[in-house]
């Protein structure tokens, strides 16, 4: 559950900032050399989507600042979403808000997804992480990204709600549908709007259910506040699709990349190997290393300006995350995975300030018990054939992960 990459209308062009080239097809496979080489000239550059920010600092002054929010309506416009339940539900739903309507939708989230409450929830993702593994053969190759990362995420969300454990593969399958949104690909709009058509239906089920038997559950806790007057129906629907949408997707393909990057890396494997409490310093650096979110994008409220630059007011400013999470002057050596960094930077991927990601203690959690697992059950685990990886200049993805558990 990581943060949402957002939209807006472009800054005005500036002939003294580098070009950075959206369609360039290193995306797909390394791009850092084409940042570093952009990040060398200016912190800033200049894309069709508006300001690109590839320094570290300065992205997270971004992220931080309030005189910056978000406009995710610009992404449905993009995908052609012009009318239609699945874009009067984006006009009412959480990312879309500001203010005190933003702060009210958030609280009841950012109240159970709070990290002491998410620690409590350790166990029970672990049993699941486990019962997945237990349905792996552990001497033939498997891709681990349909038969574990893409699932965990799923049951817990399952878990969470206190749906059963069989809706995970429609919960699964339909958060990446209705998640391919942030791709920007008009293509994909009637797929995008079939999603909605099912979850929506879906989650008024899961509701009426949930209504005649409350629990200690998130569902149970938004229908409370539902019957108190503090959430209107509708809010209820839209928080609890939010759910859905934040819950599966991209913390997936985040595992995929961390686990990734470790399994293509034997020695900081058999380090993890012997001392597990490197776990949660892998996870932090798997996600800087290589984060499934590729922009954050905030909106000018006002004119303003960025590190000399003017910002006019509407105008985006997109928080480039590789850029920024290898950014030289806040991690030396950025291009190695290290595991003894002295102090890790902040992840611009997970957001910051009022728009920081909810979900985020819950997906590292989630990321350190599938790591964990891994390593004490399958501690000789290796890549079965090359990681397949699918990069656009939005979001990361692993959609194979070829891996034989325990070698014969």
């Not at 293509?187 to 629990?215: C, N, Q, T, V």
């Amino acid at each position: 559950m990581t943060a949402a990459a957002q939209g807006g209308a472009a800054s005005p062009s500036s002939p003294d900032l580098p070009r950075l080239d959206l369609a360039d097809p290193s995306w797909a496979g390394d791009p850092y050399p084409m940042l570093d080489a952009l990040r060398d000239a200016s912190p800033l550059a200049e894309s069709k989507r508006g300001l690109e920010v590839l320094d570290h600092a300065a992205g997270l002054a971004v992220l931080r600042d309030r005189r910056y929010t978000r406009d995710h309506m610009s992404i449905v416009d993009a995908v052609g979403i012009t009318s239609g339940p699945a874009r009067e539900y984006k006009q009412r739903m959480l990312l879309s808000q500001k203010g005190e309507q933003h702060l009210r939708l958030r609280l009841p989230l950012a109240r159970y997804f709070a990290p002491a409450r998410t620690e409590s929830l350790r166990a029970q993702i672990r049993a699941i992480v486990d019962t997945l593994l237990d349905e792996v053969d552990p001497t033939q190759p498997a891709n681990l990204f349909t038969a574990l990362f893409n699932r965990v995420p799923a049951e817990a969300y399952c878990m969470l709600v206190a749906a059963p454990r069989e809706d995970a593969p429609f919960v699964s399958r339909v958060s990446d549908q209705v998640l391919a949104i942030f791709e920007r690909d008009p293509s994909k709009k009637d797929s995008i709007e079939a999603g909605y058509a099912e979850l929506f239906p879906y989650m008024r089920e899961r509701i009426a259910e949930r209504r005649a038997a409350l629990g200690d559950d998130i569902l149970s806790s938004l229908i409370r506040l539902q019957q108190a007057g503090e959430l209107t129906e509708d809010e209820l629907v839209d928080e609890a699709s939010t759910l859905v949408e934040a819950s599966t997707d991209n913390t997936a393909h985040q595992m995929g990349l961390v686990v990734a990057a470790l399994l293509e890396r034997p020695e900081v494997w058999r380090r993890l190997v012997g001392d597990h409490s490197l776990v949660p310093r892998a996870v932090g650096e798997g996600v800087r290393f290589e984060a499934r979110v590729r922009v954050v994008t905030r909106i000018a409220t006002g004119t303003t300006e960025l590190l000399g630059h003017p910002v006019p007011a509407g105008g985006a400013v997109n928080v480039v995350v590789p850029a920024g999470h290898r950014d030289p002057a806040r991690t030396p050596d950025p291009h190695a995975f290290d595991l003894d960094r002295e102090s890790p930077p902040q992840l611009l991927t997970f957001g910051g300030g009022a728009y920081a990601c909810i979900g985020m203690h819950l997906a590292k959690i989630e990321a350190q018990e599938v790591l964990d697992a891994l390593l004490t059950r399958f501690p000789t685990a290796e890549l079965a054939a090359p990681v397949i990886r699918g990069d656009n200049a939005y979001v990361a993805t692993t959609p194979e992960v070829p891996v034989v558990l325990s070698p014969r």
